[in-house]
């Protein structure tokens, strides 16, 4: 493998890195609104206009890729890897035929191999295994003593002479069965088992390779919340030719030297590790079908198809913010947060809020005197805390981005201990055996073999498929290395993220066909033509393809400033009220047929929320394809063959790719009392594209000698 994507380093103006997650560019330093006539659907867009106008620096990284002697090397060497891996695989077979009509199938695969390692010794790993370490942290948080050990990285893998990311699997015994059984003339009865092992040492080195930036390839960057726009100012942008390396905060370790670790300093580091408890995905794959010879050359089928995956794998974070618990009253901080939260809905005013147990106990630093609405007043430590997420009309801080409130509070516990960060840390998200998933289906075909010129298939599928995230194995999600699509968002949790897969397709229709035209010699019709009429009219065969298929799902409306559970992962956003997609074809094409409507109806994510999953469904796609063509025998040794096709033969374009689905705070209300709930952005819910291809005619003519 040879890749230059971590070999550049990198420098943003990102309005979401600034010490409030973007507020600070809309409010001066007292808190007021520089723009109060401000549409709320509008933030988004000022924000990043006006983060670029500032023209300071609010995100940069220098991209730090190493020699195996340990030397650093300068921007833009590449990154040049080779895997290896040994796989031994035996399989037993044999088939007894009990009776003439019955038969049984059996047989034993059993697979191994080595966890990929790099051959020239570019591999480090934890110490700590981190599936342990994590499971560390969830009993600290539920004892009210958070686990801050330090991760430590040492050479790794059987070229270093060291144990490799994960221990090897020698279990992997796979059995399977099948059985066919005619019980009458025209009836049989067919079902099978089998237990599969994936393969995913190859694309997992690849993959964790192409987005690990711990070991020989490293990151030095700055936090979030590093600046503000009024007394911790970023660096200015000069140029394209900008010295990141030069810039603030920004460390360079010119020798590696291992055993080592990132320093303990709090800065919120979001790198990507492996879990040393990965074991071989596998499924149970079953399936039972009843088939029947209806005659004439009919055939019906009818079948159920099962499968049960796990230990498949997904990513989670392992340094994900403790939900740390209060051990004298038991109350953890997801569940107290979400008290405040429902307050802030009901717009209380901060004087009046009283004492919660979490807030007293674990944040007791936060408690003191505060200005705001033009007076001083005490805080207990539960209204200082709810100032911070209060509404600006009741004199908060109006905060909703509640990881960043975690980063502002780390230290205002009973002691030093950091409460909800790992020191390390803002994200280090783990490649884990820890997937599930369950697929069954109900799977009817009627066939027709080819008898007078007619055959077709014609098959419907209702399928169900469900998981706890879908990803493909090979490849890093949306570009977001493994805090993509098969990312899992709250750890603690698992099944909080079980839903419809992104796959999923509940009905699924398609038909195949063959007819020979009965025009020509031997033919109903035309069947004395001459040699001129039997090459126009006689010996033409068409074909057809036919399918329907239900929505796949479009993806859900998320928060577009907000990061409420996971650092580096931004939630979706919960639905309030019953809420279907009703995609429109007029006009600006939209998955909602009312764009205000579907916006008002979600609320942002609470803490430990993952959000909706996989809710609303696209359009159901609809294709036909057809073809004709025609053999001329020109002589004994020449054949001559027309053919034209057309795809998508009727054009009709059903429409996918969404635009944006991001909300911002509270969409589904005013900020202030008695005002109106913010509207979508005009690219809210709007479709970018189709799918499949608009009508596709071609023409070939071929000749066979």
Same mark, same amino acid.
């Given at each position: 493998? *040879?890749?230059?994507?971590?070999?550049?380093?990198?420098?943003?103006?990102?309005?979401?890195?600034?010490?409030?997650?973007?507020?600070?560019?809309?409010?001066?330093?007292?808190?007021?609104?520089?723009?109060?006539?401000?549409?709320?659907?509008?933030?988004?867009?000022?924000?990043?206009?006006?983060?670029?106008?500032?023209?300071?620096?609010?995100?940069?990284?220098?991209?730090?890729?190493?020699?195996?002697?340990?030397?650093? +090397?300068?921007?833009? %060497?590449?990154?040049?890897?080779?895997?290896?891996?040994?796989?031994?695989?035996?399989?037993?077979?044999?088939?007894?035929?009990?009776?003439?009509?019955?038969?049984?199938?059996?047989?034993?695969?059993?697979?191994?191999?080595?966890?990929?390692?790099?051959?020239?010794?570019?591999?480090?790993?934890?110490?700590?295994?981190?599936?342990?370490?994590?499971?560390?942290?969830?009993?600290?948080?539920?004892?009210?003593?958070?686990? /801050?050990?330090?991760?430590?990285?040492?050479?790794?893998?059987?070229?270093?002479?060291?144990?490799?990311?994960?221990?090897?699997?020698?279990?992997?015994?796979?059995?399977?069965?099948?059985?066919?059984?005619?019980? *009458?003339?025209?009836?049989?009865?067919?079902?099978?088992?089998?237990?599969?092992?994936?393969?995913?040492?190859?694309?997992?080195?690849?993959?964790?390779?192409?987005?690990?930036?711990?070991?020989?390839?490293?990151?030095?960057?700055?936090?979030?919340?590093?600046?503000?726009?009024?007394?911790?100012?970023?660096?200015?942008?000069?140029?394209?030719?900008?010295?990141?390396?030069?810039?603030?905060?920004?460390?360079?370790?010119?020798?590696?030297? @291992?055993?080592?670790?990132?320093?303990?300093?709090?800065?919120?580091?979001?790198?990507?590790?492996?879990?040393?408890?990965?074991? =071989?995905?596998?499924?149970?794959?079953?399936?039972?079908?009843?088939?029947?010879?209806?005659?004439?050359?009919?055939?019906?089928?009818?079948?159920?198809?099962?499968?049960?995956?796990?230990?498949?794998?997904?990513?989670?974070?392992?340094? =994900?913010?403790?939900?740390?618990?209060?051990?004298?009253?038991?109350?953890?901080?997801?569940?107290?947060?979400?008290?405040?939260?429902?307050?802030?809905?009901?717009?209380?005013?901060?004087?009046?809020?009283?004492?919660?147990?979490?807030?007293?106990?674990?944040?007791?630093?936060?408690?003191?005197? &505060?200005?705001?609405?033009?007076?001083?007043?005490?805080?207990?430590?539960?209204?200082?805390? !709810?100032?911070?997420?209060?509404?600006?009309?009741?004199?908060?801080?109006? %905060?909703?981005?509640?990881?960043?409130?975690?980063?502002?509070?780390?230290?205002?516990?009973?002691?030093?201990?950091?409460?909800?960060? +790992? #020191? +390390?840390?803002?994200?280090?998200?783990?490649?884990?055996?820890?997937?599930?998933?369950?697929?069954? *289906?109900? +799977?009817?075909?009627?066939?027709?073999?080819?008898?007078?010129?007619?055959?077709?298939?014609?098959?419907?599928?209702?399928?169900?498929?469900?998981?706890?995230?879908?990803?493909?194995?090979?490849?890093?999600?949306?570009?977001?290395? $493994?805090?993509?699509?098969?990312?899992?968002?709250?750890?603690?949790?698992?099944?909080? /993220?079980?839903?419809?897969?992104? @796959?999923?397709?509940?009905?699924?229709?398609?038909?195949?066909?063959?007819?020979?035209? #009965?025009?020509?010699?031997?033919?109903? @019709?035309?069947?004395?033509?001459?040699?001129?009429?039997? &090459?126009?009219?006689?010996?033409?065969?068409?074909?057809?393809?036919?399918?329907?298929?239900?929505?796949?799902?479009?993806?859900?409306?998320?928060? *577009?400033?907000?990061?409420?559970?996971?650092?580096?992962?931004?939630?979706?956003?919960?639905?309030?009220?019953?809420?279907?997609?009703?995609?429109?074809?007029?006009?600006?094409? /939209?998955?909602?047929?009312?764009?205000?409507?579907?916006?008002?109806?979600?609320? /942002?994510?609470?803490?430990?929320?993952?959000?909706?999953?996989?809710?609303?469904?696209?359009?159901?796609?609809?294709?036909?394809?057809?073809?004709? !063509?025609?053999?001329?025998?020109? %002589?004994?040794?020449?054949?001559?063959?027309?053919?034209?096709?057309? @795809? $998508?033969?009727?054009?009709?374009?059903?429409?996918?790719?969404?635009?944006?689905?991001?909300?911002?705070?509270?969409?589904?209300?005013?900020?202030?009392?008695?005002?109106?709930?913010?509207?979508?952005?005009?690219?809210?819910?709007?479709?970018?594209?189709?799918?499949?291809?608009?009508?596709?005619?071609?023409?070939?003519?071929?000749?066979?000698?």
């Amino acid at each position: 493998r *040879s890749a230059f994507s971590a070999s550049y380093d990198t420098l943003l103006t990102n309005p979401s890195f600034y010490e409030g997650s973007g507020d600070s560019v809309i409010f001066d330093a007292a808190g007021k609104d520089i723009f109060p006539n401000l549409a709320t659907r509008s933030q988004v867009n000022t924000r990043d206009a006006l983060t670029a106008l500032i023209g300071r620096l609010s995100q940069y990284s220098a991209n730090l890729v190493y020699d195996r002697s340990g030397k650093v +090397q300068a921007p833009g %060497t590449g990154v040049v890897r080779n895997f290896k891996t040994q796989e031994y695989e035996g399989y037993l077979q044999d088939s007894w035929r009990l009776r003439p009509n019955l038969t049984v199938t059996a047989g034993m695969r059993w697979s191994t191999s080595t966890p990929v390692y790099e051959a020239s010794g570019y591999q480090v790993a934890p110490t700590t295994g981190l599936s342990s370490f994590f499971d560390q942290r969830v009993a600290g948080s539920a004892a009210g003593v958070p686990y /801050n050990g330090l991760i430590t990285l040492d050479y790794a893998g059987k070229a270093n002479n060291k144990p490799g990311f994960y221990s090897q699997d020698w279990n992997n015994f796979a059995p399977s069965i099948s059985v066919a059984w005619q019980f *009458s003339k025209k009836m049989v009865l067919r079902g099978g088992y089998r237990t599969i092992y994936d393969r995913i040492g190859s694309a997992l080195a690849t993959n964790f390779d192409a987005v690990n930036a711990i070991g020989f390839t490293s990151t030095s960057n700055i936090n979030a919340n590093t600046f503000n726009v009024s007394d911790k100012l970023g660096p200015l942008y000069t140029g394209l030719s900008q010295d990141v390396r030069n810039l603030p905060k920004i460390i360079i370790t010119p020798t590696l030297a @291992f055993p080592a670790g990132q320093p303990a300093d709090g800065n919120r580091r979001i790198q990507t590790s492996l879990d040393d408890k990965i074991a =071989t995905p596998y499924n149970h794959a079953f399936n039972v079908s009843l088939g029947r010879d209806l005659g004439r050359g009919f055939s019906f089928e009818a079948s159920y198809v099962g499968r049960v995956a796990r230990s498949l794998l997904v990513s989670r974070d392992v340094m =994900t913010p403790n939900n740390i618990k209060d051990p004298k009253s038991g109350a953890d901080w997801y569940g107290s947060i979400r008290t405040l939260i429902d307050l802030r809905d009901k717009v209380t005013p901060i004087t009046s809020i009283q004492p919660i147990a979490f807030f007293e106990n674990m944040l007791p630093k936060l408690a003191g005197p &505060a200005t705001f609405l033009g007076q001083t007043v005490n805080l207990t430590a539960t209204q200082a805390a !709810y100032r911070r997420v209060a509404r600006t009309v009741v004199g908060g801080n109006n %905060t909703t981005d509640y990881t960043t409130v975690q980063d502002i509070w780390d230290l205002r516990g009973p002691t030093n201990n950091p409460l909800f960060y +790992q #020191p +390390q840390y803002g994200a280090l998200t783990t490649f884990s055996t820890l997937g599930t998933s369950d697929y069954n *289906s109900a +799977q009817f075909s009627l066939r027709k073999r080819l008898e007078k010129g007619v055959s077709f298939d014609f098959n419907y599928t209702y399928g169900h498929s469900i998981d706890i995230a879908s990803g493909a194995q090979n490849t890093s999600a949306s570009g977001q290395g $493994n805090f993509g699509s098969p990312f899992l968002r709250n750890p603690f949790d698992l099944n909080m /993220n079980r839903g419809n897969s992104n @796959f999923d397709i509940r009905h699924n229709v398609n038909m195949n066909a063959l007819y020979q035209l #009965p025009s020509g010699k031997g033919k109903m @019709f035309f069947n004395h033509l001459n040699k001129a009429g039997e &090459a126009i009219l006689g010996g033409w065969t068409s074909t057809g393809i036919f399918r329907w298929a239900s929505g796949l799902p479009s993806g859900q409306p998320f928060d *577009s400033s907000q990061w409420a559970t996971n650092f580096n992962s931004q939630s979706n956003a919960v639905a309030l009220r019953d809420l279907n997609s009703s995609p429109t074809r007029t006009g600006d094409p /939209n998955l909602f047929s009312d764009p205000t409507y579907a916006y008002q109806s979600y609320r /942002n994510a609470y803490p430990g929320e993952n959000g909706d999953r996989n809710k609303l469904r696209l359009p159901s796609l609809f294709n036909i394809d057809i073809g004709l !063509y025609k053999s001329f025998t020109i %002589t004994e040794q020449i054949k001559l063959t027309f053919r034209t096709e057309a @795809f $998508n033969v009727t054009n009709t374009q059903h429409f996918t790719g969404i635009s944006t689905l991001g909300v911002v705070r509270d969409p589904f209300t005013s900020q202030t009392p008695g005002g109106a709930a913010p509207g979508p952005p005009n690219t809210f819910g709007k479709f970018t594209g189709i799918q499949g291809s608009p009508r596709v005619l071609q023409f070939a003519l071929r000749v066979d000698f």
